[in-house]
């Protein structure tokens, strides 16, 4: 009973009441410690309008027309852009749908099968002796059960052949067709492979044709233009020797006009242009007087040799008398020679020996009266 009367209170719970509201005001809030981040801080120019939000319905306001505005750009954007990627409509190209399915589905490797059977064939016997004992023995089992047989015969029917290899030849039938088949299709695919190549050969072989035709023309142009261009410098050439030739010629005309007429006057001066009238008038009037002229010069040019001969007498005899006293008529005079007079050696002379020589001749009986001949004799005779 003391128990039921003892005090007890409940009550619902409540907030604990305080001065401070229950939602928290901007205007309470605490300035930030950087300046960087202080709203109240304006930025930009000082001349540009500042429109500050007063309350965050206003920043959300603008955030949604700025995200409403981008997806309505973005939009635009590719609506009005195509895809680098997608394929033009151009009436030249022809597509051809290709299946992907080998290279988006993962394609897994087949499991080779095989069928295959076993025997059992009956155990091999054991060795009796140990010593004898192959490596195989002791890994052989022993053998249990009996050896039994079974024998199908073909009153049982226990299978029909024709029934249950019809499946199997099916099989080798379909197989065989299908591989007939595709050698066919290979066959024919690698002849239109073949008609294609001989086609690209052919192309090919236009196409180096018609290249080899436009090399030729190139060079034949090329050929017609070095001809055009050594013709004109040939021509040039010869303009220039005939330009050279004439300036020579008109140079020269009036020189060798003038050589011309000094050379025939030379010539005729000299005899070798003359008229020969003239010249045998002339030959027949000198004839006497050469014919004169050479005897006049002949006896001049005895008279002359004969004069010689005695101022040569006279001189060498007054030479001789000139070694006399001028009182002597005769005398015994030594002569010098003027050039040594050399002597033969005989001819059983020793090797080696000089030959001798002579510079003076004499002495010889010498008077005035004498002439130069007897004068000559006694030297001759004295020698």
């Not at 604990?16 to 205007?27: A, E, H, I, L």
């Not at 005695?310 to 008398?321: M, V, Y």
Request: no cysteine; aromatic share 4%.
């Amino acid at each position: 009973m003391e128990q039921d009367l003892s005090y007890s209170y409940s009550s619902k719970p409540r907030p604990v009441q305080t001065s401070r509201g229950k939602t928290r005001d901007d205007s309470s809030k605490s300035a930030p410690t950087n300046i960087m981040h202080d709203s109240r801080i304006p930025r930009g120019s000082v001349f540009a309008p500042m429109t500050m939000l007063r309350n965050a319905d206003g920043r959300e306001k603008v955030k949604k027309r700025r995200s409403t505005t981008t997806k309505k750009r973005s939009n635009n954007n590719g609506k009005n852009s195509s895809s680098v990627f997608a394929a033009q409509a151009v009436p030249s190209y022809g597509f051809t749908s290709i299946s992907l399915d080998a290279n988006l589905i993962e394609q897994t490797q087949p499991i080779p099968e095989r069928e295959s059977f076993s025997q059992t064939d009956e155990f091999l016997p054991r060795t009796v002796s140990v010593s004898n004992a192959t490596t195989n023995d002791m890994f052989m089992r022993a053998k249990i059960g009996i050896d039994t047989s079974t024998q199908i015969e073909e009153s049982d029917g226990l299978f029909n052949f024709n029934v249950e290899v019809r499946p199997l030849l099916n099989v080798l039938v379909n197989k065989t067709l299908a591989q007939a088949l595709v050698e066919v299709k290979e066959e024919q695919e690698m002849r239109m492979l073949h008609q294609q190549h001989e086609v690209l050969e052919a192309d090919k072989r236009d196409v180096k044709q018609a290249e080899r035709e436009l090399e030729e023309k190139a060079k034949e142009a090329n050929r017609r233009k070095e001809l055009l261009k050594k013709k004109k410098a040939e021509k040039e050439l010869h303009d220039q020797i005939m330009r050279k030739k004439l300036f020579a010629w008109q140079f020269a005309r009036p020189l060798v006009s003038q050589a011309i007429d000094q050379a025939t006057v030379t010539l005729q001066k000299k005899g070798v242009f003359y008229d020969p009238i003239l010249r045998n008038l002339a030959i027949w009037l000198s004839g006497d007087v050469y014919e004169g002229a050479n005897d006049t010069i002949r006896l001049r040019a005895l008279s002359t040799e004969l004069l010689d001969d005695l101022i040569i007498h006279g001189l060498r005899r007054q030479a001789l008398f000139a070694q006399l006293l001028p009182n002597e008529n005769e005398a015994m005079v030594r002569l010098l020679l003027r050039d040594p007079l050399i002597l033969p050696l005989p001819e059983d002379a020793p090797e080696g020996t000089e030959p001798l020589s002579v510079t003076v001749v004499g002495p010889i009986a010498l008077s005035r009266t004498d002439s130069l001949g007897a004068i000559e004799s006694r030297i001759e005779v004295r020698e």
